[in-house]
């Protein structure tokens, strides 16, 4: 079974400046694929940015981009020139690869708060 | 295609009544997921469809929660004699079969308070 921690229940960063989130998980698969979630207060989901545990390169979309540690088996979240916007709550989420592999693991998230 | 949409986005009912959820997928998608998810933590995998068959069940589903698929379309969550416990947010999210490490697409949920 595999479990993903988010050990910063809360954070908060000031407007336009960077932050990161944390996250490890635990796993004996070699191949899975790992993302991070937001979820504004409107509580609809939306995928933020994934990653796949066989590209050593980490992924960046825009103002965010991973730290993937594989051996370290660490996936953080950097936050770049934070917006008020990205005020939610972020979900960290593993995913197998493979037959069977359907269902993501969530983390207990981080609130994220961007102040004036 | 305006995404995954599910209804109502609110009930309350009576501890001891049924409620029923409905999930409409994004078309072309072919696996429906329905998670749980209680506040303060992050959403827990309940079952998933590919296409109209139940896949998998997680030992959270009681039997007092069913789900079905017909045709592989929109998805229904039923709770029987709701308990407390049971207040919560359902969310659903769907994908498609080839795209494996795309992830899933959420809908708003359905929260549900049982008094």
């Known amino acids: 079974a595999q479990t993903v921690t988010q050990s910063q229940p809360e954070m908060s960063v000031q407007e336009a400046e960077t932050v990161t989130l944390s996250c490890t998980y635990d796993?004996?698969?070699?191949?899975?694929?790992l993302f991070w979630y937001k979820q504004p207060p409107s509580r609809q989901m939306i995928l933020v940015i994934r990653q796949e545990a066989y590209k050593q390169q980490n992924a960046t979309e825009n103002r965010f981009s991973v730290n993937f540690q594989k051996a370290a088996k660490s996936f953080s979240l950097k936050i770049s020139d934070s917006q008020l916007g990205d005020t939610a709550m972020y979900f960290c989420a593993f995913k197998p690869s493979g037959g069977g592999g359907n269902k993501l693991t969530f983390g207990t998230g981080t609130q994220l708060k961007v102040e004036l | 295609d305006t995404g995954v949409s599910q209804n109502p986005r609110h009930k309350i009912t009576k501890r001891g009544q049924n409620v029923t959820f409905r999930c409409d997928p994004i078309s072309e998608h072919n696996r429906l997921y329905w998670y749980r998810q209680t506040l303060g933590q992050g959403p827990e995998f309940l079952t998933y469809f590919q296409n109209e068959a139940q896949l998998e069940k997680s030992r959270l589903l009681s039997d007092r929660f069913s789900a079905e698929r017909p045709k592989g379309s929109f998805s229904t969550l039923e709770i029987q004699r709701t308990e407390q416990g049971d207040s919560a947010m359902y969310l659903c999210a769907s994908s498609f079969l080839d795209r494996e490490g795309g992830g899933y697409t959420f809908g708003s949920g359905t929260r549900l308070t049982v008094v």
């Open positions: 796993t004996s698969e070699n191949n899975y694929y």
